[in-house]
């Protein structure tokens, strides 16, 4: 019984250390002690280039590159949503009166989730006002109703994932020529922890 009696404590001691040794092993941890820094426009333009280098020739990559005036100041992770937006378009409601064209949007704001987009609908209230905001994701939504209702009614305001809104624009379905304003959610993680710009599709 004594025998008995000292083995068992000795596997539970086994199986403590191990499950301890999986705890350390996670790399998800190092990432999120990382502070995100605010997005700057080298960091896109690296991102063009480096994606484009290889297909382009050197004229073609010249063309690629965006002057800094193409660029609003970034947030510096101290906004809430609405309250960045408010700042980079003071002149919000002005825009919302004039614009009356269909298949268009003002303001586009891409995000690597359906998840993500619907969360970021719910945190720009504040900014919106009465203006009306369109899903542009795949989520429970086919391409199909998206572009009846594009063409139906005037949005102001378009949040979805890259992938749906380039099938939108390919099938002539979002017309860009009235956009004044394309916001990148830049920082946010994944379960996966990966930012948007870290999945290899987009």
Same mark, same amino acid.
């Given at each position: 019984?004594?025998?008995?009696?000292?083995?068992?404590?000795?596997?539970?001691?086994?199986?403590?250390?191990?499950?301890?040794?999986?705890?350390?092993?996670?790399?998800? *941890?190092?990432?999120?002690?990382?502070?995100?820094?605010?997005?700057?426009?080298? *960091?896109?333009?690296?991102?063009?280039?480096?994606?484009?280098?290889?297909?382009?020739?050197?004229? &073609?990559?010249?063309?690629?590159?965006?002057?800094?005036?193409?660029?609003?100041?970034? $947030? *510096?992770?101290?906004?809430?949503?609405?309250?960045?937006?408010?700042?980079?378009?003071?002149?919000?409601?002005?825009?919302?009166?004039?614009?009356?064209?269909?298949?268009?949007?003002?303001?586009?704001?891409?995000?690597?989730?359906?998840?993500?987009?619907?969360?970021?609908?719910?945190?720009?209230?504040?900014?919106?006002?009465?203006?009306?905001?369109?899903?542009?994701?795949?989520?429970?939504?086919?391409?199909?109703?998206?572009? $009846?209702?594009?063409?139906?009614?005037?949005?102001?305001?378009?949040?979805?994932?890259?992938?749906?809104?380039?099938?939108?624009? &390919?099938?002539?379905?979002?017309?860009?020529?009235?956009?004044?304003?394309?916001?990148?959610?830049? $920082?946010?993680?994944?379960?996966?922890?990966?930012?948007?710009? *870290?999945?290899?599709?987009?």
């Amino acid at each position: 019984p004594t025998e008995c009696f000292l083995s068992q404590p000795e596997e539970k001691q086994e199986s403590t250390v191990k499950a301890k040794r999986r705890k350390k092993k996670k790399i998800s *941890d190092v990432l999120q002690k990382s502070a995100p820094k605010p997005g700057v426009p080298a *960091d896109l333009q690296n991102l063009l280039t480096q994606h484009f280098g290889e297909n382009r020739s050197v004229i &073609e990559i010249e063309e690629l590159n965006l002057s800094d005036s193409c660029f609003l100041p970034a $947030n *510096d992770l101290s906004h809430s949503f609405s309250s960045y937006l408010k700042e980079i378009c003071p002149k919000w409601a002005k825009l919302r009166r004039n614009h009356k064209e269909k298949k268009s949007v003002v303001m586009l704001v891409l995000c690597s989730s359906a998840l993500r987009s619907l969360e970021l609908i719910k945190s720009m209230t504040a900014f919106k006002g009465d203006c009306k905001v369109l899903k542009l994701f795949a989520k429970h939504i086919k391409i199909k109703e998206q572009m $009846n209702m594009l063409e139906k009614g005037v949005f102001h305001i378009g949040v979805g994932t890259p992938g749906r809104v380039k099938a939108l624009v &390919e099938q002539d379905g979002l017309c860009l020529n009235s956009t004044k304003y394309m916001i990148l959610d830049w $920082n946010w993680r994944d379960q996966k922890l990966r930012r948007m710009m *870290d999945i290899p599709e987009v």
